[in-house]
Nanobody
Framework: VQLQAFGGGLVQAGGSLRLSCAAS????????IGWFRQAPGKEREFVSAIIWSSTYYTDSVKGRFTISRDNARNTMYLQMNSLKPEDTAVYYCAADKDPSGLQLGVPDYWGQGTQVTVSS
């Protein structure tokens, strides 16, 4: 499985962005998928995931970010609203056949990352 993320950019605080991640391969619909991010000088952190039909979010993005998937298009999305400067990071999409890979932060497949910068 290959993942390619895009949709990042520069946005003012309070604005919105939608990240997309296109996946190759025929097994996308069976994968657990998610997003991670890494801010400058910080470790990569979990943002959101879809595991089976349930969605998960880290506390700092709950109510602002929405994860979704389109299995027909082999694509996952992260809609980010009410963006804050602390959301500035490189965002990575990820996937794994085993949900524990996402839960433990070590998924089998990573996208290349897309930069999100939120100005104050």
């Amino acid at each position: 499985v290959q993942l390619q993320a895009f949709g990042g950019g520069l946005v003012q605080a309070g604005g919105s962005l939608r990240l997309s991640c296109a996946a190759s391969g025929p097994t996308f619909s069976s994968l657990a998928i998610g997003w991670f991010r890494q801010a400058p000088g910080k470790e990569r952190e979990f943002v959101s995931a879809i595991i089976w039909s349930s969605t998960y979010y880290t506390d700092s993005v709950k109510g602002r970010f929405t994860i979704s998937r389109d299995n027909a298009r082999n694509t996952m999305y992260l809609q980010m609203n009410s963006l804050k400067p602390e959301d500035t990071a490189v965002y990575y999409c990820a996937a794994d056949k085993d949900p524990s890979g996402l839960q433990l932060g070590v998924p089998d497949y990573w996208g290349q990352g897309t930069q999100v910068t939120v100005s104050s």
